[in-house]
């Protein structure tokens, strides 16, 4: 079983960058795909950005996208967001997502969906200040 631990989270100004990283514990992390979820407070957790197993693809939400890299480094079992332009509309606590790879294709809609993912991380806050 993988389990998640986000780190990276903190206070920025508006403009800033922040990265976060998700490590994973376990040696099958490169069998998981990847996402980034946020959730604000009195809002629903949204979907943020999203890698496949091998790093080849990639997926944004319009919110983020041209802002925020989501990038992986099987070696380190690890998962990256990069976050650049930083608005106060960002901030959330971030959480970490996988899902166990089973050979099947997976449509944007699915793979930003919460329900698409079985395993999460603890969360790790991340404030933007104007």
């Known amino acids: 079983q993988v389990q998640l631990v986000e780190s990276g989270g903190g206070l920025v100004q508006t403009g800033g960058s922040l990265r976060l990283s998700c490590a994973t514990s376990?040696?099958?992390?490169?069998?998981?795909?990847m996402g980034w979820f946020r959730q604000a407070p009195g809002k629903e957790r949204e979907f943020v950005a999203a890698?496949?197993?091998?790093?080849?693809?990639?997926y944004y939400s319009d919110s983020v996208k041209g802002r925020f890299t989501i990038s992986r480094d099987n070696a380190k079992n690890t998962v990256y967001l990069q976050m650049n332009s930083l608005k106060p509309e960002d901030t959330a606590v971030y959480y970490c997502a996988a899902k166990a790879v089973d050979g099947r294709v997976w449509t944007y809609n699915v793979i930003a969906s919460a329900e698409f993912y079985a395993l999460w991380g603890q969360g790790t806050q991340v404030t933007v200040s104007s």
């Open positions: 890698i496949s197993w091998s790093g080849d693809s990639t």
């Open positions: 376990g040696r099958t992390f490169r069998r998981y795909g």
